[in-house]
């Protein structure tokens, strides 16, 4: 929201494949972060990057990769070594006061099928 | 380990009464406390924030919350719910890093239903 894009909103993936999901920001923010949320567990940290070409691990990074070529772009691949890939994604980037403020896309919902 | 609790799941109100949300922390310094909203498959948005001074802060749509350092809780309320503020609510707690990283640390969520 705000200048925060993800795409697609919906997406659906064969069992075995990798998909990416796009989030693209025109903030000029530095701080990127891709978040998973399942019902009744709140948003997990996947991936964050504070700068172009480097990015952290987060809680449940496993299965997932990512890449920082530009400032603006910070795709997610969910790879087939994600066993449970369904889930609802979300993109932030960090603003405001000291940069503490989160800023959310739309999000992505991730079907397996 | 910091982490934010918010026990309940689900909570369900009479549209005009009034609202309270609960929300625990667990960090060792000051914390910087936030409450955001999502409406079904949208993204969150920015209810309000906590970082110093003031403890009774004030946000949009009528919302606040109050940071009681004794109780380690920042819980949200409103005085008259509407039935528009149906939706999830999440309570967050800023994290520095050694590396001067930063991230926010969320609870599980809350599920509010409104009456009519």
């Known amino acids: 929201d705000g200048g925060i894009t993800q795409s697609p909103k919906y997406l659906f993936r064969k069992e075995g494949q990798n998909v990416t999901l796009s989030c693209e920001q025109n903030?000029?923010?530095?701080?990127m972060y891709w978040y998973r949320q399942d019902p009744g567990q709140g948003l997990r940290l996947i991936y964050y990057?504070?700068?172009?070409?480097?990015?952290q691990k987060g809680d449940i990074a496993e299965g997932y990769s990512v890449s920082r070529e530009k400032k603006e772009s910070f795709p997610l691949t969910v790879t087939s070594a994600q066993k449970n890939p369904t889930a609802f994604y979300l993109c932030?980037?960090?603003?405001?006061?000291?940069?503490?403020?989160?800023?959310f896309g739309q999000g992505t919902r991730l079907t397996v099928v | 380990a910091q982490s934010v609790t918010q026990p309940d799941i689900h909570i369900t109100v009479s549209e005009g009464a009034s609202l309270e949300l609960r929300c625990n922390y667990s960090?060792?310094?000051?914390?910087?406390l936030f409450w955001y909203v999502q409406s079904p498959g949208q993204g969150l948005q920015l209810l309000l924030k906590y970082f110093s001074g003031d403890t009774l802060v004030q946000g949009i749509k009528g919302f606040e919350a109050e940071f009681k350092r004794s109780q380690s809780s920042f819980n949200l309320r409103k005085p008259s719910v509407h039935w528009s503020d149906a939706a999830e609510y999440f309570c967050a707690v800023f994290l520095w890093g050694v590396d001067s990283s930063y991230k926010l640390i969320f609870g599980s969520g809350t599920r509010l239903l409104v009456r009519p």
């Open positions: 960090y060792g310094a000051t914390p910087y």
């Open positions: 903030l000029n923010h530095d701080a």
């Open positions: 932030a980037i960090h603003g405001g006061s000291m940069n503490t403020e989160a800023f």
């Open positions: 990057s504070q700068i172009v070409n480097d990015f």
